[in-house]
């Protein structure tokens, strides 16, 4: 485990002027992430990003639009993973809102199909009869895919939010906010975003053609799948993200979300009133991508286009079911990935600056929970290998990586320095994937740590929690607590407020095997605190620095506020 050190964000002041709602604790918080205004910390859907810049915006809606109109055969492909699911059902959603009378789906199976638009899949496609193929959060990279759908007369849609490679697919139109030339100036929205974006823009477009009385169908009913989306994929939430991701939360807080999404928050035992970012982080998205990763994401989205409750609270325990084996598969894996890696690093100090781990017994669908798992606990850029399907000579890697370093332009350079190592990549500055010949793995292996020793500055391998200071006594109440809860949506590029102290040890006890409860003295107040995972076998000090979260208290009610202890040392 790396060591970590609690650092201080540098204090902000707020310019506002703010609300009287919103405590000076709270508007403390929003100018240390440079949001001086109310307009620009809670930003609402009036504050949307007109969708004009978006490259390819024009010939996409016009696809669309002839689609519609000729009453043509559209198939919505999506993609196995909780952002690429809530796009397909925006997609078909969206487009049957708007007029179309032919929206079928289709996603590729993680284990057949490999990812996104492949030649396998569009095979496979051919039974649809299609006239005009949508993918979502994928296709930017999936050339050999679309030149078999171009050459079978199909027509191609691409809206993607991946980075482009060096030649754009031979598509009949790309929406894409990164790729070459686009001057949207959000370069950060999700797969789910860019559907819901082209949408609006359609919907303008056959409004000004008279196809619709009024201003049309109302796309925010769409807004509960664009939220979980978001933040299931960890894109950065800046103003425009947060726009869009508050709504959905209004949408899903008063019931209004669709059933599917409703039936999940049941299943996940989750208050709708009080939903959070990180309920849809922790407790919805898994359950979600758990049917891409070790079954057919076929029927997580079933889940989210199905209109009747029995159904979806049917599928929603089928998707549990299967999360719960993910969480298994995932603790074994990890567990044989930390022995592994234990067996030939001695300590922190020796551990390389990049680390691959490869077993020909783990799943493919997982591997990127078990490379997250490792990058945090090493603070190192990590790759996890698995075989395609088994007995397969083809590894599929997940890789994850540390603030600071581009993991994808990482694979990119590697593969420019040598040609035909790596099959294919693609991703984000944080996640990425590729495919490899097993036998290519060695040599990867080697490119790639000494591309990661001449490329990252060593002042990133230094873990740090971020903290936005001490509380003051007056503010460990309630009222403070449910004012940082309800002031989000936080999440990544607009972290939830966490805050550090020393505090006197008045109790503790042992929860649940792992989980350690305290009971801690801060000049004569007593709070209850709770670290997740924290025991590790040692009475804890009299003293401690921790950093922590303020939270509500939920289970015990009335005034009752907890810590959440993020990081615990000795002063």
């Given at each position: 485990m790396t060591p970590a050190t609690i650092l201080r964000r540098r204090p902000a002041t707020s310019s506002g002027p703010w609300p009287d709602h919103i405590?000076?604790?709270?508007?403390?918080?929003?100018?240390?992430?440079?949001?001086?205004?109310?307009?620009?910390?809670?930003?609402?859907?009036?504050?949307?990003?007109?969708?004009?810049?978006?490259?390819?915006?024009?010939?996409?809606?016009?696809?669309?639009?002839?689609?519609?109109?000729?009453?043509?055969?559209?198939?919505?492909?999506g993609d196995f993973d909780c952002d690429g699911a809530t796009a397909c059902a925006v997609g078909v959603r969206g487009l049957r809102m708007l007029g179309a009378r032919r929206v079928s789906h289709a996603v590729p199976n993680r284990m057949v199909h490999g990812y996104g638009l492949s030649p396998a899949l569009v095979e496979e496609l051919a039974t649809l009869q299609p006239d005009l193929l949508v993918t979502v959060d994928h296709g930017i990279a999936c050339n050999a895919g679309i030149a078999a759908a171009k050459a079978r007369g199909w027509q191609v849609l691409v809206t993607d939010h991946h980075l482009a490679g060096e030649t754009l697919p031979s598509a009949d139109a790309i929406v894409d906010p990164n790729q070459p030339g686009d001057a949207f100036p959000s370069k950060v929205l999700a797969g789910v975003g860019v559907m819901f974006y082209v949408l609006?823009?359609?919907?303008?477009?056959?409004?000004?053609?008279?196809?619709?009385?009024?201003?049309?169908?109302?796309?925010?009913?769409?807004?509960?799948?664009?939220?979980?989306?978001?933040?299931?994929?960890?894109?950065?939430?800046?103003?425009?993200?947060?726009?869009?991701?508050?709504?959905?939360?209004?949408?899903?807080?008063?019931?209004?979300?669709?059933?599917?999404?409703?039936a999940l928050i049941e299943v996940a035992q989750r208050d709708p009133a009080l939903l959070s970012a990180a309920d849809i982080g922790f407790a919805v998205a898994p359950r979600l991508n758990a049917a891409g990763r070790l079954e057919d994401m076929a029927l997580g989205i079933e889940c989210l286009l199905t209109d009747d409750p029995a159904q979806a609270r049917e599928i929603a325990n089928t998707l549990n079911r299967i999360n719960l084996e993910r969480r298994a598969m995932q603790q074994q894996m990890t567990e044989e990935a930390e022995a592994a890696f234990a067996a030939v690093t001695l300590d922190a100090a020796s551990a390389p600056l990049a680390v691959c781990l490869h077993d020909a017994g783990w799943h493919p669908g997982v591997i990127g929970l078990v490379a997250s798992k490792l990058k945090e606990r090493l603070h190192r850029p990590v790759i996890a290998f698995a075989p395609a399907e088994p007995g397969s000579d083809l590894l599929r890697g997940s890789a994850r990586s540390i603030p600071g370093f581009h993991i994808r332009d990482a694979l990119a350079a590697v593969n420019a320095r040598h040609p035909g190592l790596i099959g294919r990549f693609g991703g984000h500055a944080m996640a990425a994937g590729l495919s490899l010949p097993t036998g290519a793995l060695p040599a990867f292996e080697q490119a790639f740590r000494q591309y990661v020793a001449s490329s990252l500055a060593a002042d990133l391998l230094r873990l740090e929690v971020l903290s936005d200071g001490e509380l003051g006594r007056g503010e460990f109440t309630r009222l403070h607590a449910e004012a940082l809860r309800n002031g989000g949506p936080w999440g990544q590029g607009f972290p939830e407020p966490q805050f550090d102290g020393e505090f006197n040890v008045a109790g503790w006890r042992v929860v649940g095997e792992r989980h350690l409860k305290l009971q801690l003295d801060h000049a004569g107040l007593r709070l209850n605190a709770i670290h997740f995972g924290g025991w590790d076998g040692h009475e804890p000090p009299s003293r401690v620095r921790i950093a922590y979260r303020l939270e509500p208290d939920d289970y015990r009610g009335g005034d009752a506020v907890q810590l959440v202890i993020v990081h615990r040392e000795t002063p």
């Open positions: 405590p000076p604790l709270l508007q403390r918080i929003y100018g240390a992430r440079g949001a001086c205004s109310i307009d620009h910390a809670q930003p609402r859907l009036a504050n949307l990003l007109p969708p004009d810049s978006l490259l390819g915006l024009d010939a996409a809606t016009g696809l669309l639009a002839d689609a519609i109109a000729a009453g043509r055969h559209v198939v919505v492909v609006l823009a359609l919907r303008r477009r056959l409004r000004d053609s008279g196809a619709f009385e009024g201003n049309g169908p109302d796309l925010s009913s769409l807004l509960d799948l664009v939220a979980v989306g978001t933040v299931a994929d960890l894109v950065p939430l800046d103003a425009n993200n947060r726009a869009l991701v508050s709504a959905g939360l209004r949408r899903l807080r008063a019931g209004q979300g669709c059933v599917g999404l409703r």
